[in-house]
């Protein structure tokens, strides 16, 4: 605005003065032209004695030169006319002596004034010249330079003012306008812009909701997890990790931001970070706090890696039983063999004596049946770590499944000199696999009476608190009992308390370890609780549906 205002200040005063300069000049002009026009139609010599005589005639303000046909000055009203050279040359001299009357304006060295002349030439030949000097135009626009600054200056403040002015008025509401909720515009001009601004501000929220949607699911996901995840950046910053994480490495406080090497220590692990974060993938397995986990580095394609634990403890400690059964078996299934293969071969040899020869081969028939029940065993416990119960599950009265088992092992029982008594409630139903029921009863049992002393007793108790709640069975012993340390190893494979007294009485180290199987399989809880020398107490409660 200020530059405007200038700007047309410079052309308008421009104008005006050249419209002036025009206007003036003509006047100028006009007024030397009547002035010679006065004296046309007089000769020289007349024109000479008029001025002599009456001074009046000759103008005080304009200059009045007289010229012969030749171009020498023979008057002049204001320089001495002898000084003056030869004037035949002048343009206006040239027009008039050619065409009556001529015009010319010259300007002054300084060009600061400029002279309009006008010549007639009268009718004895001689040339008579009127001449005005006034300001050159540029002297004009000289001259009106310092008020046309001033005026300028001033408005060139006003306007700036008035631009501040309007400016503030249109920028403030601007600033102070709210833009949370729905916006007022100010002034209508303003109204599609507040409409763009609240769309886009609707748009960035349904973004922003979206995204932090997102954000929750995966962190949901990543808190869910049950394996540690890392991700990290392309330079091995950790930018997220799960709580599961945390466990594997014991940190309560959030490692984001740390560098993934202060985590992994270990060299070769270090490395192996690096490579993934190169782009390579990779596969160790670590042990962090007595557990075992299976960890993969792998590159993520957007630049970075991601690091998954996976806990192994369990699979490696099955994998572990399971070489340690393989081991055990052949072991249990050898010593046997090794007995009977002894024997065979000194009955063979004929080195038996007549006398020895029924108690070696009543050894064969007893080793021979130990192999026989281990091999069975053995069977029954890859059927049910195979999880197939061929017998399916049906609902049966377990009672009368303990009274049958207890009716095969009377012969065991009475031979042992223990009774047997089944106490508690009839009738207790239960969804089950019978042939897996009466195996379980019959290797409780079995060690009731096997690890009992004569004379001793042993009780199977049945008890339901609530018709189709839990039922609760007991077998109860008044045997020799089971000592502390091995409570709860006698529930492992091949376990045997005292290994001496299990080979007499035939125990295979299987019964338990099956026992806890098929309780597992009917989703029942056992408890074991002895005293040693006094007995032992094994409950099962099994869980029924109702
Ligand atoms: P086994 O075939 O040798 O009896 P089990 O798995 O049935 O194998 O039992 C493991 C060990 O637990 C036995 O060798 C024995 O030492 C001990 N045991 C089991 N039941 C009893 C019990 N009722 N009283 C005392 N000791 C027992």
């Known amino acids: 605005m200020t530059l405007l205002a200038i700007v047309s200040i410079a052309l308008v005063s421009i104008a005006l003065c050249l419209i002036f300069f ?14 010679a026009e006065m004296f046309r139609e007089m000769s020289a010599a007349q024109l000479m004695a008029t001025w002599h005589a009456q001074s009046a005639f000759v103008p005080k303000d304009m200059r009045l030169t007289l010229i012969a046909p030749d171009g020498m000055v023979i008057y002049d009203n204001t320089v001495d006319a002898a000084k003056l050279g030869n004037h035949a040359e002048r343009q206006e001299i040239r027009q008039a002596v050619a065409m009556g009357s001529g015009a010319s304006v010259r300007y002054s060295d300084t060009l600061r004034q400029q002279t309009c002349y006008f010549a007639v030439r009268l009718p004895d030949g001689f040339v008579l010249r009127t001449a005005k000097t006034s300001d050159s135009i540029f002297a004009l626009f000289g001259r009106a330079l310092p008020p046309v600054a001033a005026v300028t200056l001033v408005f060139a403040l006003l306007s700036h003012i008035a631009a501040r002015r309007l400016t503030s008025r249109i920028v403030e509401p601007i600033n102070a306008m709210r833009l949370d909720g729905e916006p007022i515009p100010p002034y209508d001009e ?3 812009l507040v409409r763009a601004i ?24 990543m808190d869910g997890m049950s394996e540690g995840t890392l991700l990290l950046d392309p330079r091995g910053t950790i930018v997220a990790a799960n709580p599961s994480a945390g466990k594997i490495f014991g940190f309560t406080h959030p490692v984001t931001g740390k560098h993934i090497l202060e985590l992994l220590r270990e060299p070769h692990l270090a490395k192996l970070a690096r490579q993934a974060l190169a782009g390579q993938r990779h596969e160790e397995t670590i042990q962090r706090q007595d557990r075992d986990y299976r960890v ?21 400690k099955a994998e572990r039983l399971r070489r340690e059964f393989s081991a055990n078996v052949s072991h249990e299934l050898k010593t046997p063999l090794t007995s009977i293969s002894g ?3 000194m009955l063979a040899n ?4 007549e006398a020895d020869q029924a108690e070696f081969l009543a050894k064969i028939r007893d080793e021979s049946g130990r192999m026989l029940a281990l091999i069975d065993d053995i069977l029954l416990l890859s059927r049910l770590d195979e999880e197939k119960t061929e017998s399916a599950f049906a609902e049966m009265d377990i009672t009368q499944i303990a009274t049958e088992t207890a009716a095969a092992l009377a012969e065991k029982a009475a031979a042992a000199q223990v009774s ?13 696999s019978r042939s897996l029921i009466a195996e379980l009863f019959f ?3 079995d060690n009731a009476i096997k690890y009992n002393r004569p004379g001793g007793m042993v009780e199977v108790g049945f008890s339901q608190e609530k018709s189709g709640g839990p039922i609760k069975l007991c077998v109860k012993d008044t045997g020799i009992g089971i000592p502390l340390a091995a409570r709860v190893r006698v529930f492992e494979r091949f376990y045997r308390v005292d290994t001496s007294r299990s080979k007499i009485t035939g125990g295979t180290g299987l019964g338990l370890a099956i026992v806890k199987h098929i309780a597992l399989i009917h989703k029942a809880e056992i408890s074991l609780n002895s005293r040693e020398g006094e007995g032992t107490i094994v409950t099962v409660v099994f869980p029924t549906s109702g």
């Open 22 to 35: 025009r206007q003036f000049t003509s006047t100028l002009r006009t007024e030397i032209k009547a002035r």
């Open 343 to 345: 024997y065979a071969e």
């Open 350 to 353: 004929g080195m038996a004596r």
């Open 420 to 432: 047997v008594r089944i106490a508690g409630q009839e009738n207790m139903l239960l969804v089950a």
């Open 296 to 316: 993969y580095f792998s590159p993520v394609a957007s630049g970075g890696a991601a690091l998954l634990f996976l806990d192994i403890t369990a699979s490696r």
């Open 190 to 192: 303003l109204t599609p």
């Open 443 to 445: 290797n409780l049992l």
């Open 198 to 221: 609240a769309e886009q501000r609707q748009r960035i929220a349904a973004q922003f909701a979206n995204l932090a949607e997102r954000t929750a699911t995966i962190n949901a996901i």
